[in-house]
Structures are given as structure tokens and as C-alpha cells.
């Protein structure tokens, strides 16, 4: 498995952006499909966006299209989620995951298909 570690994550308010990042110490994350979940307080953890190792496919839960791009970075080995507009009911832990496998639209969405998960980073979107 591999040890993920996330960053980025922070205050904001209503309306604004932040960009988080996913690495993982002396590994390359080119093989790996990578994924964003988050969990709200009292609330079950959702998948918020994919990339797969494959061909570059992105994924995005519907709530999140327009506002949220996930992107990698080869040269740095990071995988990012640029988000904007950001709403109040976004505010949780935001967890990358990743596997080695094929990912699909079938299966992006669960953190069923995720081996490896980092701690998380904190989201506060609030006034």
C-alpha cells in the first residue's frame, strides 16, 4: 500500500477556492487512479472526483461538475483538486485514495476500490 499524504486543505469562505494535493513519498503516482473523497460530520464518505492511471479519464460527482477539476502533475508526482465556488455543506475531511486497477465509471465512486488512503485534509467552508 501506499502512504498518501494530502495538503491544501483550509478556511475559506462561501464562494471561495482551494487547491488540494496528493503525493506519495518516493513513489510515482503514474500507475495509480487516484481519488478524492470527502466526509462531512455525521455524514457517509463520498467520492468526489477521479483520475484513472489509464488514459486520463476524470470522473466528478454530479454536485461538483463545473466548479472542481482534478489534475495530475507529473513532474512533481502530485495529483491536485483545484476547487472553486465552494458551499457551505462542502466542509469535511477530503481524503485522496489510491489503486493500481482499472477504474471506471462503474466504480470510481466507492471507496470500496481504493487500496491505499491517506489522513486526510481539513475543509471549513465558513463565514
Known amino acids: 500500500q501506499l502512504q498518501l499524504v494530502e495538503s491544501g486543505g483550509g478556511l475559506v469562505q462561501p464562494g471561495g477556492s482551494l487547491r488540494l494535493s496528493c503525493t506519495a513519498s518516493?513513489?510515482?503516482?503514474?500507475?495509480?487512479?487516484i481519488a478524492w473523497f470527502r466526509q462531512a460530520p455525521g455524514k457517509d464518505r463520498e467520492g468526489v472526483s477521479c483520475?484513472?492511471?489509464?488514459?486520463?479519464?476524470?470522473y466528478y460527482a454530479d454536485s461538483v461538475k463545473g466548479r472542481f477539476t482534478i489534475s495530475r502533475d507529473n513532474a512533481k508526482d502530485t495529483v491536485h483538486l483545484q476547487m472553486n465556488n465552494l458551499k457551505h455543506e462542502e466542509t469535511g475531511v477530503y481524503c485522496c485514495?489510491?489503486?493500481?486497477?482499472?477504474?471506471?465509471?462503474?466504480?470510481?465512486?466507492?471507496?470500496?476500490?481504493?487500496?491505499?488512503w491517506g489522513q486526510g485534509t481539513q475543509v471549513t467552508v465558513s463565514t
Open positions: 485514495a489510491a489503486d493500481p486497477g482499472t477504474i471506471n465509471e462503474k466504480s470510481w465512486w466507492s471507496h470500496y476500490t481504493f487500496a491505499s
Open positions: 518516493g513513489i510515482s503516482l503514474d500507475n495509480y487512479a
Open positions: 483520475i484513472t492511471n489509464r488514459n486520463g479519464q476524470t
